[in-house]
C-alpha cells in the first residue's frame, strides 16, 4: 500500500464523524429523487399503458338526451376517428351496513356490441345479462376500488334510486376502466362515498326512458387532429340538446387528478433531493477546506518529497470518494425501497391492470448526474502555501548567480531565499 493511501486509511478513521454525515445527507438527497420519480414514471407508465389498451378517448360530452341519428353527424367533423355513446345516470346509492351517502355512476354497456372506447376489463366475475327480471332488479359489475371498500363480491346487492324509483343492483362482478382509474369524486380520495356501476345498456335506458337515445359521448382523434377545433364543432352540434359543454382529457375527472399528482411529485422530486446534494456538497467543501488548511505542512513535506500536484490532489479526491459513493449506493438501496412504499400507496387509490415498481436503467446516472458539481479537489493545493516554507534569512555576503543553489524551483512558489554558494 502506497504512503498517500495509508494516509487516507487515517485520514478517514480521524473524520468518520463528518464522513458518516456528509454519506447520510448524500444518501438522503438520492434515496428521495430515485424514490420520487421512480414511483412518478411507474404511476405514468401503468397509466400510458391502460390508456392504450383501454382505448381510452381524448374529447368527452355529456347532453341531457340526444337521438342515437347524432353519432353519424359527430363522426363526420374532420379529425374524428371513432365515436361511441352510451346511456349515463347518477344515482344515490344504498350500502347495506353503510349510513354514509353514496353516489353511483350508472353506464350502459351493450353487450352485443364490443366496446370501441374506454373498454372495461373485467377482474372477477361475469359481465351483466340482459332481460327483465323480478321487481326490477339490475344485474351489475362495480368498480373494484369501491367494491373492496364495501366488501361486495359477486351476489351482493345495492340499491340506487333511478329515475325516481328504488331499483336493486345486484353484483356480478368487479372490473376496472381507463375512465375510473381514480375511484373518487370531486377530487377527494374517499373510495367509499362513490362507485362506478355498469349495466345492461337496454335495461338502463328503459329505466331512464331514453330508449333509442345516449346522454353521453366519447370520441377518438386522428394523431394530427385540433383538439379545440373538434370541441367548437361539437359544442356546436350539440348545443341545442343541452347538457355541459364537451372538454377533452385534462378536463376528465380521474386523468386530472392523475395527471396533477404527476406534475406534484415530479417537481416534489426533484427540488427537495436537490436541497439535499446541495447540502451535501457544501458540507464536503467545508470539511475538505478545513483538512487542507491543517495539513499545509503535510503538503509542504510531500512536496519537498517528491509528489507532484497531480498525485497530492488524486490523493484529496481519494479521500471524499467513500463519502459521496458511500451515500451513493445507500441512497439507491433507500431509493428503491421507498419507492416500492410509494407505488404501494398510489395503489390504493389509483387502479391498474398492472401497476409495478420499476426503477429504469437510466436513472442511477441520472441521480449521479443531478449531484452538484463542486471541484471539491480544487481545494487542493497546487503548490505548498508561502507560510509552510520557512524562510531564511540573508547571509549578506555576494551571492554569484552561476553558484547559487536554489532549494525548490521559483516556479513552484518557494519563499526560501537561495543559498549562498
Avoid at 405514468?44 to 353519432?71: H, I, K, N, T
Avoid at 356490441?113 to 323480478?134: D, H, M, Y
Avoid at 368487479?174 to 356501476?197: C, H, K, N, Q, W
Wanted: a positive charge; glycine letters at 10%; proline letters at 6%.
Amino acid at each position: 500500500m502506497k504512503a498517500l493511501d495509508r494516509k487516507v486509511l487515517r485520514d478517514l478513521r480521524l473524520l468518520w464523524s463528518q464522513a458518516l454525515t456528509i454519506a447520510l445527507v448524500v444518501a438522503s438527497g438520492i434515496g428521495g429523487f430515485i424514490a420520487t420519480l421512480s414511483a412518478v414514471s411507474s404511476l405514468e407508465g401503468a397509466r400510458d399503458a391502460f390508456y392504450a389498451s383501454g382505448q381510452f378517448a381524448d374529447v368527452f360530452a355529456v347532453v341531457r338526451r340526444a337521438p342515437d341519428a347524432m353519432a353519424s353527424r359527430l363522426a363526420e367533423v374532420p379529425g374524428v376517428v371513432d365515436v361511441q355513446t352510451t346511456v349515463e345516470a347518477v344515482a344515490r346509492v344504498s350500502v347495506p351496513g353503510t349510513v354514509d351517502p353514496v353516489i353511483g355512476q350508472l353506464i350502459g354497456r351493450d353487450a352485443r356490441r364490443p366496446q370501441r372506447l374506454n373498454q372495461v376489463q373485467l377482474r372477477s366475475g361475469r359481465w351483466p345479462e340482459a332481460g327483465s327480471r323480478a321487481g326490477g332488479e339490475l344485474e351489475a359489475v362495480v368498480n373494484v376500488s369501491f367494491a373492496e371498500a364495501h366488501k361486495l363480491r359477486p351476489g351482493s346487492a345495492v340499491s340506487a334510486l333511478v329515475n325516481g324509483k328504488r331499483r336493486t343492483l345486484r353484483i356480478t362482478g368487479t372490473a376496472l376502466s381507463p375512465e375510473y382509474i381514480f375511484g373518487g369524486i370531486m377530487g377527494m380520495p374517499d373510495l367509499r362515498a362513490f362507485g362506478v356501476f355498469w349495466t345492461d345498456k337496454d335495461e338502463l335506458a328503459a329505466a331512464m326512458d331514453m330508449r333509442g337515445a345516449f346522454t353521453r359521448v366519447a370520441l377518438k382523434l386522428s394523431p394530427n387532429a385540433s383538439e379545440p377545433a373538434v370541441l367548437d364543432a361539437l359544442n356546436r352540434r350539440l348545443q341545442s340538446l343541452g347538457g355541459m359543454p364537451a372538454h377533452a382529457r385534462d378536463e376528465q375527472g380521474s386523468h386530472a387528478m392523475l395527471g396533477n399528482e404527476i406534475r406534484e411529485q415530479r417537481v416534489l422530486g426533484t427540488v427537495l433531493p436537490a436541497i439535499f446534494l446541495a447540502v451535501a456538497g457544501f458540507l464536503l467543501h467545508v470539511v475538505t477546506a478545513r483538512l487542507v488548511a491543517t495539513q499545509r505542512e503535510q503538503v509542504a513535506a510531500l512536496k519537498a518529497l517528491g509528489y507532484r500536484d497531480g498525485a497530492i490532489a488524486l490523493h484529496y479526491l481519494k479521500l471524499v470518494t467513500p463519502m459521496v459513493a458511500g451515500g451513493y449506493l445507500l441512497g439507491l438501496m433507500l431509493g428503491s425501497w421507498m419507492g416500492t412504499l410509494i407505488t404501494g400507496l398510489y395503489a390504493e387509490f389509483f387502479r391498474f391492470p398492472a401497476f409495478e415498481h420499476d426503477i429504469p436503467r437510466r436513472w442511477p446516472g441520472s441521480a449521479w448526474r443531478s449531484w452538484p458539481r463542486r471541484r471539491c479537489w480544487a481545494r487542493s493545493p497546487r503548490s505548498p502555501p508561502r507560510c509552510a516554507c520557512p524562510r531564511r534569512k540573508p547571509c549578506g555576503r555576494r551571492r554569484r548567480a552561476a553558484t547559487a543553489r536554489p532549494c525548490w524551483s521559483a516556479s513552484r512558489g518557494c519563499g526560501w531565499t537561495p543559498r549562498c554558494a
